[in-house]
């Protein structure tokens, strides 16, 4: 899934897109929140998200990446 926004890649000046992708680990469910350039490929991480299914219940961790 993608979003476009306002954000420009840094090499070629083009606007990122937000992706989102998500892939499921045995018990973990992970989903990477990210830019990425169309033209050139680059990427640029926003945030991650892990859910756990524990005895407990369900563990959510997020990572937040630097702007």
């Not at 490929?41 to 937040?64: H, N, P, S």
Request: contains cysteine.
């Amino acid at each position: 899934m993608s979003e476009k926004n306002n954000i420009k890649c840094p090499k070629d000046g083009n606007a990122l897109v937000l992706m989102y992708e998500a892939e499921k680990l045995g018990n973990t469910a992970r989903v990477m929140v990210y830019y990425k350039c169309p033209v050139c490929g680059y990427r640029k991480d926003a945030e991650r998200l892990e859910l756990q299914k524990t005895e407990q219940g369900i563990l959510v961790k997020k990572f937040l990446y630097p702007p």
